[in-house]
């Protein structure tokens, strides 16, 4: 029995989380998402009057806008450093980093920088106030704390002076995570915060981070790889552990399983797809292009790339490479208007959309792409290799 190391008989942690008595929070709904965004973003307006004290409640509220809009953790929000701030190459950004501390790492955020627009420059700024100008107004805000802060805090970013009687009293303090979820219980007080069973709403820095990712993973068009990278984790992590699957994702599962079940009662699985001079077709017969006769089936080559029944695998990138090239081949052989109007959009649509999609989404690789794109134009398709016919619009 091998005890260590990669090749180890046994994990070293066989059962994670086995003894976890209470499952985490989801990730905040739409409504709910919008709902503590517009209260936490109203209640920390006073942070911008300078007559207004600093209190644990305006920082908590300033940090969970913060890690609503940076899904970070909760330990290398409160530990942030007054330093958190840096310059990016790119105009108009800046760079957030932050401490790991279990990972021994630095983690970087990328913000919008502050806008020159005058909107933004008020003394009191609207809600859309971005998060850079946020913190670097608690930093502004908390600079002559962190002199007389004791020596362990001097750095440290959410710096307020204590307003507990006795000895207490003035002490500057930072933010914890007992002040913090005392500030979000008086939150959703004060604004009503309900979820979807009329239940006060719960809200915690881990759930902020859950809805960022969701978030981010809803806006990249289900994206693992780069949802994974923006919150700071493999993509194993971040679909174990963050990633809630929504109301499409069920859909399509869903109506894959009943093709399947259909499939292997019918006995006729893979047999779903039927296979085109240019790719695979859903539907040859009542296709978006077909000619929808009895009997007449589709034969609109020149549409499957624009048709919604169209369907391409790394398997078929020969078929349509060969494509791509017979079509090119036809410049030289027509009228330029008359190439630009049936023709054109053609090699356009397939390295714009087809292939760059393919590849965004990892259905296939960018060697695989040069591989067959080089293998087309020297060894095309038998299907494109002859000219048949001598004007290709005959399959249109």
Same mark, same amino acid.
């Given at each position: 029995?091998?005890?260590?190391?990669?090749?180890?008989?046994?994990?070293?942690?066989?059962?994670?989380?086995?003894?976890?008595?209470?499952?985490?929070?989801?990730?905040?709904?739409?409504?709910?998402?919008?709902?503590?965004?517009?209260?936490?973003?109203?209640?920390?307006?006073?942070?911008?009057?300078?007559?207004?004290?600093?209190?644990?409640?305006?920082?908590?509220?300033?940090?969970?806008?913060?890690?609503?809009?940076?899904?970070?953790?909760?330990?290398?929000?409160?530990?942030?450093?007054?330093?958190?701030?840096?310059?990016?190459?790119?105009?108009?950004?800046?760079?957030?980093?932050?401490?790991?501390?279990?990972?021994?790492?630095?983690?970087?955020?990328?913000?919008?920088?502050?806008?020159?627009?005058?909107?933004?420059?008020?003394?009191?700024?609207?809600?859309?106030?971005?998060? *850079?100008? /946020?913190? =670097?107004?608690?930093?502004?805000?908390?600079?002559?704390?962190? @002199?007389?802060?004791?020596? $362990? !805090?001097?750095?440290?970013?959410?710096?307020?002076?204590?307003?507990?009687?006795?000895?207490?009293?003035?002490?500057?303090?930072?933010?914890?995570?007992?002040?913090?979820?005392?500030?979000?219980?008086?939150?959703?007080?004060?604004?009503?915060?309900?979820?979807?069973?009329?239940?006060?709403?719960?809200?915690?820095?881990?759930?902020?981070?859950?809805?960022?990712?969701?978030?981010?993973?809803?806006?990249?068009?289900?994206?693992?790889?780069?949802?994974?990278?923006?919150?700071?984790?493999?993509?194993?992590?971040?679909?174990?552990?963050?990633?809630?699957?929504?109301?499409?994702?069920?859909?399509?599962?869903?109506?894959?399983?009943?093709?399947?079940?259909? *499939?292997? /009662?019918? =006995?006729?699985?893979?047999?779903?797809?039927?296979?085109?001079? @240019?790719?695979?077709?859903? $539907? !040859?017969?009542?296709?978006?292009?077909?000619?929808?006769?009895?009997?007449?089936?589709?034969?609109?080559?020149?549409?499957?790339?624009?048709?919604?029944?169209?369907?391409?695998?790394?398997?078929?990138?020969?078929?349509?490479?060969?494509?791509?090239?017979?079509?090119?081949?036809?410049?030289?052989?027509?009228?330029?208007?008359?190439?630009?109007?049936?023709?054109?959009?053609?090699?356009?649509?397939?390295?714009?959309?087809?292939?760059?999609?393919?590849?965004?989404?990892?259905?296939?690789?960018?060697?695989?792409?040069?591989?067959?794109?080089?293998?087309?134009?020297?060894?095309?398709?038998?299907?494109?290799?002859?000219?048949?016919?001598?004007?290709?619009?005959?399959?249109?």
């Amino acid at each position: 029995m091998v005890t260590a190391g990669d090749a180890a008989t046994f994990p070293r942690n066989p059962y994670p989380n086995g003894n976890r008595k209470a499952k985490g929070q989801d990730h905040l709904p739409k409504e709910q998402r919008q709902a503590f965004a517009a209260a936490v973003k109203d209640a920390v307006m006073p942070i911008w009057q300078d007559d207004i004290p600093l209190t644990s409640e305006l920082l908590s509220y300033a940090l969970l806008i913060v890690a609503l809009h940076t899904g970070r953790n909760s330990t290398a929000l409160l530990e942030m450093r007054r330093d958190c701030l840096r310059d990016h190459p790119k105009d108009g950004n800046t760079f957030l980093v932050l401490w790991k501390r279990r990972g021994h790492n630095t983690s970087k955020v990328i913000l919008r920088a502050e806008s020159t627009h005058t909107h933004l420059l008020e003394s009191m700024p609207t809600i859309k106030t971005n998060v *850079e100008r /946020l913190i =670097r107004r608690v930093l502004n805000r908390t600079e002559c704390l962190g @002199v007389s802060a004791p020596d $362990d !805090l001097r750095e440290r970013t959410w710096l307020y002076q204590s307003r507990a009687h006795g000895d207490q009293l003035g002490k500057i303090q930072a933010l914890s995570e007992n002040s913090v979820e005392r500030s979000i219980c008086k939150l959703v007080a004060n604004y009503r915060l309900m979820d979807s069973n009329g239940q006060p709403l719960r809200i915690n820095i881990s759930r902020l981070r859950k809805t960022f990712a969701n978030r981010i993973f809803e806006l990249l068009d289900s994206d693992l790889a780069a949802t994974a990278i923006a919150l700071g984790n493999s993509p194993r992590v971040a679909g174990q552990h963050y990633l809630i699957p929504n109301e499409s994702t069920k859909r399509d599962w869903r109506f894959m399983g009943e093709i399947l079940v259909k *499939e292997l /009662l019918s =006995r006729t699985i893979g047999a779903t797809y039927h296979g085109t001079p @240019v790719g695979h077709c859903s $539907d !040859l017969i009542n296709g978006q292009y077909a000619p929808k006769r009895e009997g007449a089936t589709c034969i609109n080559f020149l549409n499957c790339i624009r048709c919604r029944h169209y369907v391409l695998t790394g398997d078929d990138l020969h078929k349509l490479f060969s494509f791509y090239f017979r079509v090119l081949s036809e410049r030289t052989r027509m009228d330029k208007r008359r190439w630009a109007r049936d023709y054109a959009h053609i090699p356009r649509l397939i390295d714009n959309y087809i292939v760059a999609e393919g590849v965004k989404r990892g259905i296939f690789t960018l060697k695989a792409v040069e591989v067959e794109r080089e293998r087309a134009r020297t060894e095309p398709h038998r299907f494109w290799s002859f000219d048949v016919v001598s004007d290709i619009g005959v399959f249109g």
